[in-house]
């Protein structure tokens, strides 16, 4: 039976007082919440969590999110506590430019944090992603005697995640998959910003979480009593068929004369306030960020087994590379962060003479040589599998094996219609580590706005997170304006760091997955179409992932079309019409703004040379195009329900239109000194 | 006790093949639902459902909502035998271009239907708002035998919208609020697209909503029991302190020989098995569109009956007026859509002598005078109310009485940290008619992203709603990139309809509610700033809701800053440093673009004229600013968690910085013909 000591109060109040002195220090910040949890971070990681501090990038470690991210001081001071690469130095400049100790946690920036946290809810879903992508490659690696990988993925998460959809969306889909390997630590304080939790959130959330088919467990006493916060961590451990959700009772901003109160939530605490507190709890109030020898040495002693837990790991796949080499290979070889030699053969090619496709139906060939060779793909979709055509053909659903309906070594996870909680869980999977799991999942690309929060994240993050986004303009057709994107791909080429496709044809889709695979820094997002598209003349997988290319070039050109996916035919039809009239036209095709932005000035000027008016055709808003184009042919209102031709046409995007538009650009720049958009100053 | 007949079963019938009928016709749709959820339908209209075919705005009318939107053939086929403007033609023109029967159901196209959906979720949380729009206007008017306001809402749901967490949050609240007046009825047809629910969506759904503190009435047989969904109804009707959701177990696509498969979700069902279920079903299977005279019958009597209970409303209204003018007055004034006279002497004015103030501070002082002088004011946070600063002081909480912390006739909204849900929500009280409820709501503008579904369907159904949107850009400081947008004001930009705000101090701030609350068919969303903006010489009122103005002109222009919000100040700061060497610098000031490109082509190239370079400030990404300025000073990554002086100054947003990019600028365009970003061929 484990017992607690003096010296286990006193990390307690360690853990505390330094969370506390961490946000006076930056005069901003939540110190609440740092106060309330400090038993359960303490006991977690005193007693259960297998990892080690002077290796952070270990395989099979424990993963640990905070969800209620505001709450950051404390995961700061126990990364510094467990011997991570976070010194005082690092809590005393808190929230202060380039620190690594930012207001919010933030992969990336602070050894040992493992997703970005702060928006609400995103964590909690992050975390169901750390889960499956552990059951995932238990079920795929592990053999009898070698549990390669087995970690646990813990979370701690507050009443502000708990309201939020995206984490009721993860949370149920859990319970359906059976993560027993994922435990819920929830802070029920019963305060958020506005006050006590009465007054907007009064539901039964243990009776949620069981009618998502969680195990609940409740701890009364979270403030003090460490042997129940044990048993509980234990008992959550002990079931292996269930998430777990411990709904702990604490104090938020425990010990402070305002405990209990919203007003210890997100402000600093008084300076006299802290002075009692630190008297209360046996500390000089004098004295800052004290660290009392008793405590170091627990976590010293931590730190140490964590070396250890590392080491026999380390031991046991030494010899279960002996006795499997393949899987250890390839197990390597995906730590690594390394795609398997060869892959870029499974993308096919085109010619102008192979029939018209839908960029959905090429991605969805794609996908099947893909899944062959590049085994960490795990795709999905939210409900729309015969839509987004995500899913190969003899894909095995990831499922709890007793469903019957696949099992945890499945590379196709169905989401279920919850894009936001899709996101986030694949920016969970992402997490685990570069190509343990690489995750593609589908929507329409309209949907993937519910989902704004988390790919916003995996931008920040830098995460490698494909998004396959189809039925991408109004060339849906009849499900109309509610469905039909217009500022869907402006608001993510406006996000930084995240790459928005829109391939032409073939091989343009063929180089949109070559680069959203290879971009190990960075989400994509393929916006594909429903209608069918001709293979171009001109296309290649290496002029795609310049981003835009010249797709035809000609003498004397009167203009350039600059257009993307499904309107770079519509363009070539344009250019062929004008032909008629003696007026040539050359034609970019632009793929990938973003990475188009990332070519040497001296290609981009050679692709939207001086001279000529360059006009931009996509059926979406113009909002952005004035970066590219002198002129743009768009679509600045809502679709319409209606065939896609019809709708085509019904906006002025057929050929006719836009010739008789592009002579009228022409005549106007004829008495202007024409500069290309991108010869700039800045 | 109600007893149903052979003629109608034959209703029930009658409205399955003539869904089905809409839905071959067009090729495309959903029939499946409107064939399962036909009894449902029938019982409900022709038993409780209290409206006036002829007269579709009545004010108390009861309210429907098809959050499954895409099984609208069944909600059109409705509406044509209940008596609106919806004619056999127009459900032979189903997803027809510019017909006024869309793929999904759009507010403002079709008579009788009440909010757009489609996007699964958004119909749910739109119902919560109608529901919380009778409540709050029944607790302001009703009076002892004067029920004005006592209508339902009634709401089919499926189980894709039941998996988005949008549906989540608001049945949570909806709990919460104890809103007696809510039934939901639950097409528990066990199908999404993917197939069988049981891939995905295994939770105990009756188990969840009664942890929500809802009434949860099962019906075993949806298919055929009309007499069990009229008990049900009669039961959810009873329970006055609770919503209800009705569980009704019924077979997708029923007659058909797929039935209870995902064959019959989203496609036309074949011709074979068409005629099958006519005969089936007693109809001519060559005929099509058919309405027997019975059925006819039956729905002719409903329109009569609800035209006889509008008569009796208006009757009471009569009496009421009589004996209280005053609030007969105001419900008169706000049903035809009229803002009280003289509200806007509601909004303050300033002078350069005035202090500093942080625009969210200002947005306060306006919401304290405005909910005097706008009774249908009803503002709200999700959970940020002390940092939106969205409540007036002696605002009472839209509460049940029961809870102690307010009462119905409250206008102040603790939303919970629910976004998605919150801006759902505000739709629907923005539905429930015109200025019966003005909707604002309050979070941090970064977080207006989790609701980008809903904020969509604002602007596409022409909805005022207002988001009070704090903490607009890296000038919050501390909290760091996650909450700092960068991408977000674009994106809103870059939808079609939607009014995003940035005022630069307070005049600007007036104009921007003004602004809001005359828009009356379009969202408005008010970027307000943490930290104080001066009072700028030059602003106003007027000016402001030009969208935008030149805020400072001068001599002899070398460039013209365009600049939005905090920015604003910025400009000013760098142009009074350039004065100093000489350099004489224009200033329009631009809260908000989309009004601005409203305006006339002259007055617009007034503020932006032929001649000189035009370079935007903004702490934005550049993305978008190319329509309106040759150069762009703006934040293309993410930003920083330090003080907000020191997150400037890292990325150059300091004047010093600007004013030297601005001598490079003006050097640079000394060579080129400088035509206005605004003069344009097209």
């Not at 750390?130 to 009898?144: C, E, M, S, V």
Request: with cysteine; charged share 20%; proline share 5%.
């Amino acid at each position: 039976m484990v017992s607690f000591t003096d010296n286990d109060i006193k990390a307690v109040q360690t853990i505390r007082t330094l969370a506390l002195d961490t946000v006076n220090k930056a005069n901003s910040g939540h110190p609440g919440a740092p106060m309330g949890m400090a038993p359960a971070a303490h006991v977690l990681f005193s007693k259960f969590f297998k990892a080690n501090p002077s290796n952070s990038k270990w395989a099979n470690r424990d993963r640990f999110v905070l969800s209620n991210g505001h709450a950051c001081a404390l995961q700061y001071v126990l990364l510094h506590l467990l011997g991570y690469k976070v010194t005082l130095d690092d809590l005393k400049s808190f929230r202060q430019l380039d620190s690594i100790t930012p207001g919010h946690p933030e992969l990336g920036v602070t050894d040992g944090i493992e997703v970005t946290t702060g928006p609400l809810g995103q964590g909690f879903a992050n975390a169901v992603g750390l889960a499956i992508a552990q059951a995932h490659l238990g079920a795929t690696f592990n053999k009898d005697g070698f549990p390669i990988f087995d970690n646990h993925t813990y979370m701690f998460t507050g009443d502000g995640c708990l309201m939020e959809g995206v984490s009721a969306e993860a949370a149920s889909l859990a319970g359906h998959l059976k993560l027993g390997n994922l435990i819920a630590i929830y802070d029920d304080n019963k305060i958020s910003i506005d006050g006590d939790t009465n007054i907007a959130f009064t539901e039964d959330v243990a009776k949620r979480f069981e009618s998502y088919d969680w195990q609940v467990i409740v701890v009364e006493n979270g403030d003090s009593d460490l042997a129940a916060i044990h048993d509980a961590i234990a008992k959550a451990q002990a079931e292996t068929t269930k998430p777990t959700i411990i709904q702990l009772r604490t104090t938020i901003g425990f010990g402070s004369k305002d405990q209990g109160t919203h007003g210890v939530h997100g402000n600093p605490l008084k300076k006299d306030d802290t002075i009692e507190i630190k008297k209360k709890f046996g500390f000089n109030p004098e004295e800052f960020f004290a660290v009392p020898n008793e405590t170091k040495e627990i976590y010293a002693g931590i730190a140490k087994k964590g070396a250890e837990t590392e080491a026999a790991w380390e031991k046991l796949f030494g010899d279960y590379a002996t006795k499997y080499p393949e899987e250890a290979a390839d197990i390597k070889r995906r730590i690594d962060g390394k795609l398997p030699d060869g892959w870029e053969k499974a993308l096919p090619t085109f010619t102008p003479a192979d029939p018209a496709v839908a960029s959905r139906k090429l991605s969805e060939t794609l996908l099947a040589k893909l899944s062959v060779a590049i085994p960490e793909l795990v795709s999905g979709s939210a409900d729309l599998t015969p839509s987004n055509l995500t899913r190969w053909g003899n894909a095995v659903d990831f499922q709890p094996p007793s469903s019957g309906l696949g099992d945890y070594s499945g590379r196709y996870i169905r989401y279920g219609v919850r894009e936001h909680g899709m996101g986030a869980i694949m920016n969970g999977l992402a997490a685990y580590g570069p190509n343990l799991v690489i995750p593609a999942a589908g929507t329409f690309l309209n949907f993937v706005s519910y989902a704004a929060g988390a790919v916003r994240l995996a931008a920040l993050s830098h995460q490698r997170v494909i998004w396959v986004a189809t039925h991408d303009s109004i060339g849906l057709g009849e499900d109309g304006p509610t469905h039909q994107p217009i500022e869907t791909v402006a608001h993510f080429r406006a996000l930084p760091n995240c790459n928005v496709w829109r391939p032409a044809d073939g091989n343009e889709t063929s180089g949109a997955y070559h680069s959203a695979l290879t971009s190990t820094r960075t989400p994509s997002i393929l916006a594909l179409t429903r209608q069918n598209l001709p293979q171009l003349e001109g296309s290649s997988i290496e002029n795609a992932i310049k981003g835009a290319y010249v797709l035809r070039d000609v003498k004397d050109a009167a203009l350039t079309f600059i257009a993307t996916g499904s309107e770079v035919s519509l363009a070539v039809e344009t250019a062929d019409l004008l032909a008629k009239d003696g007026i040539n036209a050359r034609i970019v095709s632009a793929p990938c703004l973003e990475i188009f932005a990332q070519q040497s000035r001296e290609y981009q000027l050679q692709v939207l040379p001086d001279g000529h008016p360059v006009i931009s055709i996509e059926a979406y808003t113009s909002f952005g195009w004035g970066k590219l184009a002198h002129e743009s042919i768009s679509l600045d209102t809502f679709g319409a329900s209606a065939p896609a031709a019809a709708v085509y046409k019904k906006f002025g995007l057929t050929s006719d239109v836009i010739s008789t538009k592009a002579k009228k650009v022409i005549e106007f720049y004829k008495s202007i000194q024409v500069v290309s958009p991108l010869n700039k100053a800045l």
